[in-house]
């Protein structure tokens, strides 16, 4: 039986993914910063774990609660994470740092314990959960985005570096999808009353609105992420919804055509 440890299991992505893996014969250790939001998952016959991702401490103890028991950890599922909205201006250090504590550097402390027990075993696959945000940076998304954008430059170097250890790196990549994120999302808005991107945040306001009609669910993303875990030689990026096909395309075009298109 494999092992799959899976962050951010309170809620949406997260909680799918435990629920499907389990649903496959996994044995899984699904995650969350307060058990009390889990214990639905254990209650099924998960394992669970206290894990805050921006607690070094946590992330070590959860690599070797599961080492413990069963040697090594199969899947890591780097899903934890929350959209730090606004405009760049309006957005204070202390929180952009906040975002990568949570985006960035979480996958990355669980990655650095999880891989010497991969590369001992020579098979493991670490999942990151990116976003289209890590392909474009529309306005009002920038400190959210390059969260994202710098999770897929860590992973492409990664993926080369432990491929003669036959570990693989893969990164999913939803559009919008059905889950607490974006009431999140609007919690960790800068106070719009004063600022100068008034007129930005009431547009981005329409452009939810009409994207949430293209939204999947978390199961169809959690569906993919172990698509990912099975496979023999995993692709390098899974792409879950159609709107990241359009995000490659407005990446790619020139960027003066780009500017147009993301105002
Ligand atoms: N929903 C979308 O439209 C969408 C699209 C693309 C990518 N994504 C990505 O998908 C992932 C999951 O998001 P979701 O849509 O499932 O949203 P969600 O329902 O809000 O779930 C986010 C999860 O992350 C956890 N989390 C937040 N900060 C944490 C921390 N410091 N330590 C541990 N866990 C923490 C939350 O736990 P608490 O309950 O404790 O806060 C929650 O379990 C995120 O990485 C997000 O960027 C989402």
Same mark, same amino acid.
């Given at each position: 039986?494999?092992?799959?440890?899976?962050?951010?299991?309170?809620?949406?992505?997260?909680?799918?993914?435990?629920?499907?893996?389990?649903?496959?014969?996994?044995?899984?250790?699904?995650?969350?910063?307060?058990?009390?939001?889990?214990?639905?998952?254990?209650?099924?016959?998960?394992?669970?774990?206290?894990?805050?991702?921006?607690?070094?401490?946590?992330?070590?103890?959860?690599?070797?609660?599961?080492?413990?028991?069963?040697?090594?950890?199969?899947?890591?599922?780097?899903?934890?994470?929350?959209?730090?909205?606004?405009?760049?201006?309006?957005?204070?250090?202390?929180?952009?740092?906040?975002?990568?504590?949570?985006?960035?550097?979480?996958?990355?402390?669980?990655?650095?314990?999880?891989?010497?027990?991969?590369?001992?075993?020579?098979?493991?696959?670490?999942?990151?959960?990116?976003?289209?945000?890590?392909?474009?940076?529309?306005?009002?998304?920038?400190?959210?985005?390059?969260?994202?954008?710098?999770?897929?430059?860590?992973?492409?170097?990664?993926?080369?570096?432990?491929?003669?250890?036959?570990?693989?790196?893969?990164?999913?990549?939803?559009?919008?999808?059905?889950?607490?994120?974006?009431?999140?999302?609007?919690?960790?808005?800068?106070?719009?009353?004063?600022?100068?991107?008034?007129?930005?945040?009431?547009?981005?306001? %329409?452009? !939810?609105?009409?994207?949430? $009609?293209? =939204? *999947? #669910?978390?199961?169809?993303? @959690?569906?993919? &992420?172990?698509?990912?875990? %099975?496979? !023999?030689?995993?692709?390098? $990026?899974? =792409? *879950? #919804?159609?709107?990241?096909? @359009?995000?490659? &395309?407005?990446?790619?075009?020139?960027?003066?055509?780009?500017?147009?298109?993301?105002?």
């Amino acid at each position: 039986m494999k092992t799959a440890l899976i962050t951010g299991c309170s809620s949406g992505i997260g909680r799918a993914t435990a629920e499907r893996f389990h649903d496959e014969g996994w044995r899984v250790y699904a995650t969350a910063r307060d058990t009390d939001d889990i214990t639905g998952l254990s209650e099924q016959g998960m394992e669970t774990l206290e894990l805050d991702v921006t607690e070094d401490g946590d992330c070590g103890a959860a690599v070797e609660a599961v080492e413990d028991d069963h040697d090594t950890v199969d899947c890591l599922v780097n899903n934890a994470g929350y959209g730090q909205m606004g405009a760049v201006e309006d957005v204070p250090v202390e929180d952009m740092h906040q975002q990568m504590e949570v985006n960035l550097y979480g996958p990355q402390r669980l990655t650095r314990r999880v891989l010497p027990g991969m590369r001992d075993q020579e098979s493991g696959t670490i999942v990151n959960v990116s976003s289209i945000a890590g392909q474009i940076s529309p306005p009002g998304m920038g400190v959210y985005s390059a969260s994202k954008h710098a999770l897929e430059a860590v992973s492409d170097s990664l993926r080369v570096e432990v491929a003669d250890f036959d570990v693989d790196v893969v990164l999913v990549e939803p559009g919008p999808v059905e889950t607490e994120f974006g009431g999140r999302a609007d919690e960790e808005y800068p106070d719009a009353e004063d600022s100068a991107y008034s007129k930005l945040y009431t547009s981005q306001e %329409e452009r !939810d609105d009409s994207l949430s $009609r293209f =939204t *999947v #669910t978390p199961e169809d993303v @959690a569906e993919t &992420i172990h698509e990912a875990a %099975e496979a !023999d030689s995993p692709k390098a $990026r899974y =792409t *879950v #919804t159609w709107s990241f096909r @359009a995000a490659r &395309i407005v990446r790619n075009v020139p960027p003066v055509i780009r500017d147009r298109l993301l105002r």
